[in-house]
C-alpha cells in the first residue's frame, strides 16, 4: 500500500525540505477473509493520517529547535564555512566539543521555549532521548573519556557516534541548569571564551570552579 502522502523514510513528515515518498506495507494472513482485509487497510491508513496530524501539529516547534540550535552553533549566520561549525565560537580543543554541543542543544531549547510558548522540558527531551534508529545510545558514551573521531572511531560510524553524543552532552548541560540555573551557565560560557580549557579534564574542573556542579556522574557511561 502506497502511502497516502509524502513522508521520509523513517514515516515523518519533515518541514525544511520537499518530502519523499514511501511504500507502507499491511501484512496479510492467507486465511483473512476480504472484511479482514479492508479492515487491516483501513486501520493501517486511519494510523497514519493520525500520524500526520500529530506531525503537523509538532511541526512548527520542531523546526524553530532546529533553527535556534542552528543559530547558536554559528551566530554568524552569513558565514556557513566548516570551520564556524560545531560551536566554533567556543574554540573548545575536541576532547571537549561535546560540551559547546551541550550548550547548542540546552540554548536551543531556551530560546524556542520563549518563542513558542512550548515547555524548555518537552523541547530538551525531544532533543536528548535515546534514538531507536541510532545504534549507538547517549547511554553507552563516555564523555569523561570521548573517543576521538579521527583516530578512534571508523568513519562510516562517526555520524551515528556523534548523533549519540550530542544528546548525551545535551542531558549533562541540562543537569547543569536544573541544578545551578541559567545564570551558571552563561557564567561558564564566558569562562569558556574568556580561556578555553586545554584538554578535557580542564573542562570538568572550569565546571566544577565556576559553577559548584560537578559533572562527572552524568558524564560517565549509565548502561
Same mark, same amino acid.
Given at each position: 500500500?502506497?502511502?497516502?502522502?509524502?513522508?521520509?523514510? #523513517?514515516?515523518?513528515?519533515?518541514?525544511?525540505?520537499?518530502?519523499?515518498? %514511501?511504500?507502507?506495507? @499491511?501484512? %496479510? #494472513?492467507?486465511?483473512?477473509?476480504?472484511? #479482514?482485509?479492508?479492515?487491516?487497510?483501513?486501520?493501517?491508513?486511519?494510523?497514519?493520517?493520525?500520524? %500526520?496530524?500529530?506531525?503537523?501539529?509538532?511541526?512548527?516547534?520542531?523546526?524553530?529547535?532546529?533553527?535556534?540550535?542552528?543559530? &547558536?552553533?554559528?551566530?554568524?549566520?552569513?558565514?556557513?564555512?566548516?570551520?564556524?561549525?560545531?560551536?566554533?565560537?567556543?574554540?573548545?580543543?575536541?576532547?571537549? $566539543?561535546?560540551?559547546?554541543?551541550?550548550?547548542?542543544?540546552?540554548?536551543?531549547?531556551?530560546?524556542?521555549?520563549?518563542?513558542?510558548?512550548?515547555?524548555?522540558?518537552?523541547?530538551?527531551?525531544?532533543?536528548?532521548?535515546?534514538?531507536?534508529?541510532?545504534?549507538?545510545?547517549?547511554?553507552?558514551?563516555?564523555?569523561?573519556?570521548?573517543?576521538?573521531?579521527?583516530? #578512534?572511531?571508523?568513519?562510516?560510524? &562517526?555520524? @551515528?557516534?556523534?548523533?549519540?553524543?550530542?544528546?548525551?552532552? %545535551?542531558?549533562?548541560?541540562?543537569?547543569? @541548569?536544573?541544578? $545551578?540555573?541559567?545564570?551558571?551557565?552563561?557564567?561558564?560560557?564566558?569562562?569558556?571564551?574568556?580561556?578555553?580549557?586545554?584538554?578535557?579534564?580542564?573542562? &570538568?574542573?572550569?565546571?566544577?570552579?565556576?559553577?559548584?556542579?560537578?559533572?562527572?556522574?552524568?558524564?560517565?557511561?549509565?548502561?
Amino acid at each position: 500500500m502506497k502511502c497516502a502522502a509524502p513522508c521520509s523514510a #523513517d514515516g515523518t513528515r519533515p518541514v525544511d525540505r520537499a518530502p519523499d515518498d %514511501i511504500v507502507f506495507w @499491511v501484512q %496479510i #494472513d492467507p486465511a483473512m477473509t476480504p472484511a #479482514d482485509i479492508s479492515e487491516l487497510v483501513a486501520q493501517r491508513v486511519q494510523k497514519f493520517s493520525d500520524s %500526520i496530524t500529530a506531525a503537523l501539529s509538532q511541526a512548527g516547534p520542531q523546526y524553530t529547535l532546529r533553527l535556534m540550535m542552528n543559530f &547558536v552553533n554559528n551566530p554568524n549566520t552569513k558565514d556557513t564555512s566548516a570551520d564556524k561549525q560545531n560551536m566554533a565560537w567556543m574554540h573548545l580543543p575536541p576532547s571537549a $566539543e561535546w560540551f559547546g554541543l551541550g550548550v547548542m542543544g540546552d540554548l536551543g531549547a531556551k530560546y524556542t521555549a520563549e518563542i513558542t510558548g512550548f515547555s524548555r522540558a518537552d523541547l530538551t527531551a525531544a532533543i536528548d532521548q535515546n534514538n531507536p534508529s541510532n545504534p549507538i545510545q547517549p547511554g553507552t558514551i563516555d564523555l569523561l573519556h570521548p573517543l576521538n573521531l579521527q583516530t #578512534d572511531i571508523r568513519p562510516e560510524y &562517526v555520524g @551515528v557516534y556523534r548523533e549519540a553524543m550530542t544528546r548525551k552532552a %545535551i542531558r549533562v548541560v541540562a543537569a547543569l @541548569v536544573t541544578k $545551578e540555573g541559567d545564570d551558571a551557565l552563561d557564567k561558564l560560557i564566558a569562562a569558556v571564551k574568556a580561556n578555553p580549557p586545554a584538554n578535557n579534564a580542564a573542562m &570538568v574542573d572550569l565546571i566544577k570552579s565556576t559553577t559548584g556542579f560537578d559533572p562527572t556522574s552524568a558524564m560517565g557511561p549509565t548502561q
